[in-house]
């Protein structure tokens, strides 16, 4: 706030012409005395100005002052709405001009309605997937950090419902490999975060399941429409309604980011382009 309150001669002036020690030190630290030369001449100048321009000369440099602290404190987007939307703002920043209104990246490769998948690859992309779904749900069910017990049976798992797609293409006669440097290093990498970094690792855990929910359900469908016939796979259904799902876990997050500094949650939006990165990597499979 501001400090406006007419100030009294006494007040005003100290021994040596200096302001005394009863203006409050906020204020105290946002005027440099000595080096505003205005300031000092309205404040020190000829003695014949009256007490009331001096007055009004400290009034509205403090005002100055103070209004300019105030804007130093940065907003960052979607701040007022919780951390998930911070989140979802730098997100969609990265996705490619083609894939979101929002986003900012140049178009690389072709685009999906050029792709050309492949059983075998797609197949790969889901035993990859699986890999790192089987470990997000496991590191939270062991919550190792206290906090990531909140995100248990959200209703977004997704392990379980790969393994009953990759069941069934096994009975249609395909061979199901084993994970690929993709899923594999991925999984490590949420491990390792998992213990010493937890606000990288929720980073993670947001992307993997609400990027799923999103333009992971759209590649889906294209990739059904051209090589299974239209099936509707397990991975993309849920038990219950999946706004509501999404929603409780926006809430999950944005309560245990509550408990963050700004730094922490800075340092959990900067690793959405890793992030990205491995996603990339396993939607890359699908063209092998």
Not at 93 to 99: F, P, Y
Not at 171 to 190: M, T, V
Not at 200 to 221: D, E, P, Q, S, W
Request: charged letters at 25%.
């Amino acid at each position: 706030m501001a400090f406006t309150t007419p100030l009294s001669q006494s007040q005003l002036y100290s021994n040596n012409n200096t302001i005394i020690k009863s203006i409050p030190t906020r204020i105290q630290a946002s005027i440099n005395l000595r080096n505003n030369p205005s300031f000092g001449n309205k404040l020190w100048g000829n003695r014949n100005c009256n007490l009331v321009q001096r007055r009004g000369g400290l009034r509205a440099t403090v005002i100055t002052a103070t209004a300019a602290a105030e804007k130093q404190k940065k907003r960052y987007p979607g701040e007022g709405k919780g951390f998930v939307e911070e989140m979802r703002f730098v997100a969609m920043k990265l996705h490619t001009k083609d894939q979101a209104k929002e986003g900012e990246k140049e178009p690389q490769g072709q685009p999906l309605g050029r792709w050309e998948p492949t059983v075998q690859g797609y197949i790969q992309f889901l035993v990859d997937s699986k890999c790192v779904y089987d470990t997000l749900e496991s590191i939270v069910d062991k919550a190792a950090v206290p906090s990531y017990a909140e995100f248990r049976n959200t209703g977004l798992e997704r392990a379980g419902a790969l393994a009953k797609d990759l069941e069934w293409f096994k009975e249609k006669g395909h061979a199901i490999p084993e994970p690929s440097n993709s899923g594999l290093s991925y999984s490590q990498y949420l491990e390792d975060l998992s213990v010493k970094d937890p606000q990288a690792f929720l980073c993670h855990f947001y992307n993997v399941y609400f990027a799923h929910t999103a333009g992971g359900r759209m590649i889906g469908k294209k990739v059904a429409e051209m090589i299974l016939d239209k099936k509707d796979l397990e991975f993309y259904k849920w038990d219950g309604e999946l706004p509501q799902l999404l929603q409780n876990v926006r809430e999950k997050l944005n309560a245990v980011a509550e408990s963050w500094s700004r730094e922490e949650k800075n340092h959990c939006l900067e690793e959405t382009e890793k992030s990205f990165k491995y996603s990339g990597e396993l939607l890359r499979l699908i063209l092998t």
